[in-house]
């Protein structure tokens, strides 16, 4: 699906901007702070429901339209051709909250070709890969930077997967409330056996399929970064959190990964052992060693009044030549291993849906060098659409140039950009 057209309105810095993509590349160019990563953030927005920046909604709508009696930001686009075509809308309004003494909360609405639908079923049908500088966070950052990466991805590749994260969140909800009960008021926990089924039968499906895409992003970032630096051998390692080794093998039914990862890094044979006997699983040995982990802590879990095991606690972890890139890598290590691990994306995107994803790159030919830099322009080349931001055309070649639709950005407003 190709983005034909974007609509914004009250989005960040753009009060109003309407902009048709009829190339395949376009090309923004402008100087800092003139709303290019907004830009792109709005386009992710319209194609997953999330933004990849903001900690709170409300800062999506822009700060003068905060001020009026109906404060909203909305975005709407067209994708697609013919009979496929569609179109996206999403409003974020900002309106009072019915809880005495809060502030204000965003309500979010969704529609597609104008009926009214969940911010999930925006989720896949605009496919969209960003790559921004401080991607280094997926490598450097906190486990949970690294499952909303995962998340997203998969939820793009496979409805069922985005269904069952869901459920799966709602379930853990659920769960702790009860934890929480059992903790400060005692009672019967014999309760907890329906909602550790349920949380078992979703997290068991989340788990196989993230386990999945790892292996597939293992083995294209590997190749990927053995081109980029010409030797390195990166790899991936799925850390789980809850075990997934046969009952009784682990005290408590907890995940050792963390520990592992220090004994081995995750590079070591014992991880990528683990990987191989995690591919040779199906959801429902998944789900079964999920369920008897699960009852194993259930007294720890009991006392600590939330759940300490499932996906919602999985990590990933990276490595260069069994050194781990977390705490040994130095930025420009980590900034490859980010790269890599986008065009890895790419690849593993356009394998499982059979079509390649709107690229969206935002000025990150400023932080590669050359070598890095030949390598995401020729990812330019595999793509049916893209999206690049930058502050300087000298990162692009003639060539590319006068292929691109060009634009330049000011203070929010557009106009064409003519390239000799």
Sequence with gaps: MRLNYLSLTNFRN???LELRLPGRLTLVRGANAQGKTNLLEAIHLLATGRSPRALAERELINWLALESPLPYARLAGEIGEGAEAEKLELVLESVASPVAGNGPIVRKQVRVNGAPKRALDLVGRLRVVLFLPEDISLVAGVPAQR????????????PAYCRALSEYNRVISQ????????????????????????AAEQGGQIIYKRVQAIAMLHDIAARR???LTRGEQLRLAYLPGASLE?????????ADASQAANRVLAGGPRLRDRLSSYL????????DRFLAALQAAQEREI???????????????FAVDGQDLRTFGSRGQQRTAALALKLAEMEMMQK??????????????SELDEQRRETVLAALDTVAQAVVTTTDLSDFGPALLRETCNLQLTAGVLAPMLVE
């Excluded at 499952?147 to 496979?158: G, K, P």
């Excluded at 849906?353 to 990150?364: A, E, H, I, Q, R």
Aim: with cysteine; proline share 5%.
């Design 280 to 287: 040779a699983m199906t959801p429902e040995v998944v789900a």
């Design 246 to 254: 046969p009952e009784g093998t682990l005290r408590n039914g907890l």
């Design 303 to 317: 006392a600590a009044g939330t759940s300490l095991l499932g996906p919602h606690r999985d990590d990933m972890s």
């Design 147 to 158: 499952r909303r990466y995962l998340d997203i991805a998969l939820c793009q590749i496979s």
């Design 14 to 16: 753009y009060t109003r």
């Design 352 to 365: 499982e849906t059979g079509s390649s994803p709107l690229l969206l790159l935002d000025d990150v030919m």
């Design 225 to 227: 970064h053995l081109d």
């Design 175 to 198: 769960r702790n409330a009860l934890l929480k009960r059992l903790r400060e008021h005692g009672g019967d926990a014999r309760q907890l056996a329906f909602w550790n089924a349920r």
